[in-house]
């Protein structure tokens, strides 16, 4: 089987399923928008994705995101950064991103601001919220009780659109309970910010339980591409 059969054949199946979990939720297909996390894959994967009607793809790694946009520029891609941002690089992200998802502390946000406007477009953001005990270690994104401060700095920035959150379910916990937690996360964020409307959740291994939750944005991996090369 050819890279292109194999990719379109793991599409096919991802698209097939998010249909699914749409209707079994009772939600509009439209209404979720798939991102392909190309992470660790070739630009030459990208390639192939866009030809079969990708138009969104997420990376999370600084270096590798910006060398695989600048091969692939000449794509209509919205591309997505999903991974752990240095406030350093936080510029650099934006002048290549159009979604910056994993927004977890004012310290961010003037960089952020500052490769928008070096871009001369504004950057939708996402708030990363943290679904882990506080305890837990390596714990990524912010607490819930934060957000409500860290939406308002986000909307005072110049330059960057409050669109949303965006969560990772724990490991080793039914990802339908803490999709449910993120979905009252979401109920109160949106009282103060109505059009903040965006909600990026679900992987490869929890899509359904996200669109049940109410997720906008899925971001889906190894389940379009195949498993990730260990090494690179
Ligand atoms: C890698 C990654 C994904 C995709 O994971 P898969 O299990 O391969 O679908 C989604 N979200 C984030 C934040 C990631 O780092």
Redesign the pocket.
């Known amino acids: 089987m050819s890279r292109h059969d194999e990719v379109a054949a793991g599409l096919a199946s991802v698209r097939g399923r998010i249909e699914a979990a749409c209707a079994a939720a009772g939600r509009d297909r439209d209404e979720v928008t798939l991102v392909v ?1 190309t ?1 660790y894959f070739p630009a030459s994967d990208v390639r192939i994705l866009a030809d079969l009607g990708v138009t969104h793809v ?1 990376e ?1 790694r600084h270096q590798e995101a910006a060398a695989k946009a600048e091969e692939t520029a000449d794509l209509p891609l919205v591309r997505h950064f ?2 752990g941002l240095q406030s350093n690089k936080a510029a650099a992200v934006a002048s290549y991103s159009q979604v910056v998802e ?1 927004v977890d502390r004012p310290k961010l946000l003037g960089p952020l601001g500052t490769g928008a406007a070096r871009a001369g477009r504004p950057l939708d953001v996402l708030l990363q919220v943290s679904l882990d005990p506080p305890d837990r270690e390596g714990r990524a994104g912010a607490d819930p009780a934060d957000l409500p401060g860290l939406a308002r700095s986000v909307e005072a920035a110049g330059g960057l659109r409050l669109r949303g959150l965006m969560a ?1 379910a724990p490991l080793g916990e039914d990802p339908a309970a803490a999709f449910g937690r993120l979905a009252e996360v979401r109920r109160d964020l949106l009282d103060d910010h109505p059009s903040a409307d965006w909600l990026s959740a679900g ?3 929890d899509l359904e339980q996200a669109i049940q939750a109410g997720a906008t944005h899925v ?5 379009v591409l195949g498993s ?1 090369p260990q090494v690179q």
């Open positions: 996390v992470k997420g999370n999903i991974g994993s990772v992987m490869s291994g971001r889906v991996g190894s389940a990730r």
